[in-house]
């Protein structure tokens, strides 16, 4: 850790230079919210929040662990974790042609990335979900994924913070899928009674079985401003009801105002935020 | 006493049985239905055959419309047909009264223990009322409280699953479903009391699960639980839930009873009789009382913390994963 520089915000657009697939190319982009052309060099150094409007592009976990962490300091556990096939599941393509042409668009093995780093300097271990792989969907590998993170976070008695960025369960694992809800939460559950403080961020969108296990378990929960989040996905509940929503809902705002979210925390203030939540609650 | 035989809601694939039941009953109607006894007795005799057959090997869809029939025994029938001295206790105590799950107190053989099911209603009223079988928030914390009751004096708990997936709605977003289920998830793996499950209709993705994290979870051999409805899948994976997209689904899912069990992710079936247990109503609530009843004492030998580390253990093994190359 010694050599590692000391860490400015002016750091970040050398080091988003690379798998930013969630963001369209070229040199002007322009915002979805908006309609404000940007600069992307610009939008890049503002941590992919558009400097008009504060609308958050959803960004890669490996985006996401360079934005956050202290530069240099992440260690990755599990790479070599990839997807098996336990069912072989096939829909209108096999599930071992999706899982590959999602690693082909990511350079990732599955959809979430998992380690050890410093966040201003305070030790962590980080999980951070990819929604460019598969929709962030949660099968055997990111459960187990998570399931070590939060472990790992309990023998070396440390803060885990988990980004969550998720459709929901993966279905081409089915019951599998399933069951890495109970996984996860069954593992937070001992590490809240090891007494382990959990930080988990929701980030958009965050919806289905990953918001009904380990998203919605955290000491304290962050969200991202307008980020969605929920169980049923909108289109569901529209179906359902028979209705259109209301504008706002399942946004993080209307989950804070709900009474499900503690803090709605921008993208350039998540360092410090989580930072000094450490600070009051960790050990 | 509801209808049972089957005959108001006749599924696709059992037409043929359906057909010869009603020529079975035209000839018992017959005033001289005495001379016709030999062809009855092989009428009836080929009706079983066929719905053995039927039912032998029933295509996952099939399964899926089993599961879902009108008919079909739910939580309050089998509370009422195997379980005495029922108390049912209501109210999550913060918001409300759910009844899409029921909870109370009641005796199974020689058990006391904690039952707690989601129901669906049998009529419009009590369909309306219970959303179809789909809980709301307060739903999942009413068991949640009522299961911390059964823990604090020991009782074992047995949970009925029978939902197609927690309410998707306005309300149910607004009261937090994500974060009743998930604390149910997290409660229910540290419940120092003994847990068994049986999934009797529909084990509709993280609303069953929401009383589902058990020591001993079994199936029903004509249920059905998956991460999510054919239907839902279909819609998603092939664009469009139609007939034929929602049997590739269906198969696609790995959903019955048996290919849960192959895949380690439940611990028992529980055999229906050949025509279901909308036609064999006592036989199945004897069966699964007798399993219940065997399940819970084998697990009341456990320590409390011994049942925790060995549910952890069992739920920390499931997952397929590889190495990349």
């Given at each position: 850790m010694s050599q590692t520089p000391p860490r400015t915000w002016a750091d970040v657009p050398e080091l988003t230079a690379r798998g930013k697939k969630a963001v369209p190319e070229g040199l002007w982009i322009q915002c979805?919210?908006?309609s404000a052309s940007l600069f992307r060099r610009s939008v890049e150094s503002n941590l992919w929040v558009c400097p008009t409007c504060q609308y958050h592009f959803r960004v890669s976990a490996t985006q996401r662990i360079e934005q956050l962490m202290d530069p240099g300091s992440f260690e990755p556990m599990n790479v070599e974790m990839a997807p098996a096939d336990p069912l072989g599941f096939v829909d209108i393509k096999p599930y071992p042609a999706r899982i590959k042409a999602a690693q082909k668009k990511t350079g990732q093995n599955d959809g979430v990335q998992t380690g050890l780093g410093f966040i201003k300097g305070r030790k962590v271990v980080l999980a951070a979900m990819d929604f460019t792989f598969l929709g962030g969907s949660m099968g055997s590998v990111v459960g187990e994924k998570i399931a070590r993170a939060v472990e790992t976070a309990e023998d070396r008695d440390l803060p885990l913070v988990i980004v969550s960025a998720s459709?929901?369960?993966?279905?081409?694992?089915s019951g599998y899928s399933l069951m890495q809800m109970a996984k996860t939460s069954a593992a937070l559950g001992r590490f809240h009674d090891a007494g382990g403080l959990f930080i988990s961020v929701l980030t958009d969108p965050t919806t289905g079985g990953v918001t009904a296990s380990?998203?919605?378990?955290?000491d304290v929960i962050l969200a991202e401003p307008n980020a969605l989040i929920g169980f049923a996905g909108p289109r569901v509940i529209e179906q359902t009801i028979r209705q259109t929503l209301p504008e706002?809902?399942?946004r993080a705002e209307f989950l804070r105002d709900c009474g499900f979210v503690d803090r709605v925390v921008p993208r350039c203030d998540l360092r410090s935020e989580i930072s000094s939540i450490i600070d009051y609650a960790g050990k | 006493m509801t209808k049972t035989n089957g005959y108001n809601y006749a599924l696709p694939f059992e037409q043929p049985v359906i057909d010869l039941d009603r020529q079975i009953e035209t000839l018992k109607d017959r005033a001289d239905a005495n001379s016709y006894a030999e062809e009855l007795a092989k009428l009836s005799e080929s009706r079983d055959s066929l719905l053995a057959k039927l039912y032998r090997d029933l295509e996952p869809w099939d399964v899926v419309r089993v599961a879902r029939h009108p008919d079909r025994p739910q939580t309050s029938d089998y509370i009422s047909m195997i379980c005495r001295d029922f108390r049912e206790l209501h109210g999550d105590r913060h918001f409300g009264d759910d009844p899409a799950i029921i909870t109370g107190f009641g005796r199974i053989g020689p058990h006391k223990v904690m039952i707690v099911g989601h129901e669906k209603g049998r009529t419009t009223a009590e369909k309306v009322a219970c959303h179809f079988g789909c809980a709301h928030p307060e739903g999942y914390r009413k068991a949640l409280l009522k299961m911390k009751l059964a823990e604090k004096f020991r009782l074992p708990i047995v949970t009925f699953i029978d939902t197609p997936g927690a309410y998707p709605g306005v309300k149910a977003e607004e009261r937090g479903q994500a974060e009743a289920i998930a604390v149910n998830l997290r409660e229910m793996s540290r419940l120092k009391t003994p847990i068994v499950c049986v999934v009797i209709g529909e084990g509709g993705s993280g609303g069953a699960l929401g009383l589902g994290v058990g020591d001993r979870v079994a199936m029903l051999s004509n249920s059905w639980y998956s991460v999510i409805s054919p239907e839902g899948c279909a819609a998603i994976l092939w664009k469009e839930a139609n007939e034929e997209t929602n049997q590739a689904a269906a198969t696609a899912l790995s959903l019955t009873a048996r290919d849960n069990l192959r895949h380690g992710l439940i611990d028992d079936v529980i055999e229906e009789a050949p025509g279901g247990a909308h036609r064999h109503r006592q036989q199945v609530a004897d069966r699964i009382q007798q399993w219940l009843v065997d399940q819970i004492r084998e697990l009341r030998r456990f320590k409390g913390q011994t049942l925790v580390r060995l549910r952890y253990e069992k739920l920390r093994r499931i997952g397929a994963v590889a190495r990349a190359e």
């Open positions: 979805p919210a908006c459709g929901g369960a993966r279905m081409m694992e380990f998203a919605m378990l955290g706002g809902f399942q | -």
